[in-house]
């Protein structure tokens, strides 16, 4: 089941809906944004990030964020030690106070690579709720695409 899943988010092919042991998984469609990333003594880093998301029905307020840094290997950062990663995101009942969890390769920890999961798990929780609109024009799929090359 692992090799499928991992087939289908990688590949971008198979059905939106997969069957677990016990209950069922939902894909949703894979998304593209680029995320700017001031660091101090490195710059304005812009990160092309392809995301999708998995939403387990028995616990549909918590999505689970599967997203990779896509920049091809010569073009990463030194101090991004693992260009994937995903996150979960979870709500207190009031919805006024959220609590990030992150899953990631092991390895060295690093404050830019700690402020990056930062920035790009908060974008793309707004996006995803609609308090920002991601910016989808032809110019950032320009520049997206040119990142990614």
């Known amino acids: 089941m692992l090799i499928g899943l991992f087939f289908m988010i990688h590949c971008r092919t198979g059905p939106e809906m997969l069957s677990g042991t016990y209950s069922k998984w939902i894909l ?11 660091l101090f003594g490195e710059g304005i880093v812009h990160l092309p990030v392809v995301y999708r998301t998995k939403i387990d029905d028995r ?32 709500s207190n009942q009031l919805n ?3 609590a990030f ?4 390769a092991e390895g ?6 700690e402020i990056m999961l930062s920035v790009i798990s908060e974008y793309i929780e707004l ?23």
């Open 28 to 38: 949703k469609m894979e998304k593209r944004i680029t995320v700017l990333i001031d």
């Open 59 to 90: 616990q549909p307020a918590i999505p689970l964020r599967y997203c990779t840094i896509d920049l091809p290997q010569r073009n990463l950062p030194g101090w991004l030690y693992s260009s994937a990663f995903s996150y979960s995101v979870s």
């Open 96 to 98: 006024n106070a959220k």
């Open 101 to 104: 969890h992150f899953t990631r």
């Open 108 to 113: 060295k920890k690093n404050l830019y690579y």
């Open 127 to 149: 996006v995803e709720s609609g308090k920002v609109e991601s910016l989808t024009s032809d110019a950032e799929t320009n520049l997206h695409n040119k990142l990614a090359s």
